[in-house]
Nanobody, 115 residues
Framework: QVQLVGSGGGLVQAGGSLRLSCAASGSTFGINAIGWYRQPPGKQRELVAT???????NYADLVRGRFTISRTSAKNTVYLQMNSLKAEDTAVYYC?????????WGRGTQVTVSS
């Protein structure tokens, strides 16, 4: 089992920045992707960004160029730096990890961007 703890959400004005953190613990061997999904109000959950153990990153088109995902050298903590935030970035953000063929989710953290 993999446990994920996300943090760093909050309220920010449009154009501002926030940084989310996701700490993975437990049986982390074999994680092949870790990162963030989000669920805007009234919409389905969607990819934000993920990073592989080798450092390959994957970004949603809506956030590419504004958000940056990074990880610690131990690879167990991932950060999402969110800049130039827009009202449409308002969502519950979920830490995510994929280990072999299983998906793991952390509890969501609310990000609210006021216009």
């Amino acid at each position: 089992q993999v446990q994920l703890v996300g943090s760093g959400g909050g309220l920010v004005q449009a154009g501002g920045s926030l940084r989310l953190s996701c700490a993975a613990s437990g049986s982390t061997f074999g994680i092949n992707a870790i990162g963030w999904y989000r669920q805007p109000p009234g919409k389905q959950r969607e990819l934000v960004a993920t990073v592989s153990p080798g450092g390959n990153t994957n970004y949603a088109d809506l956030v590419r160029g504004r958000f940056t995902i990074s990880r610690t050298s131990a690879k167990n903590t991932v950060y999402l730096q969110m800049n130039s935030l827009k009202a449409e970035d308002t969502a519950v953000y979920y830490c995510y990890a994929r280990k072999f063929f299983d998906d793991y989710w952390g509890r969501g953290t609310q990000v609210t961007v006021s216009s």
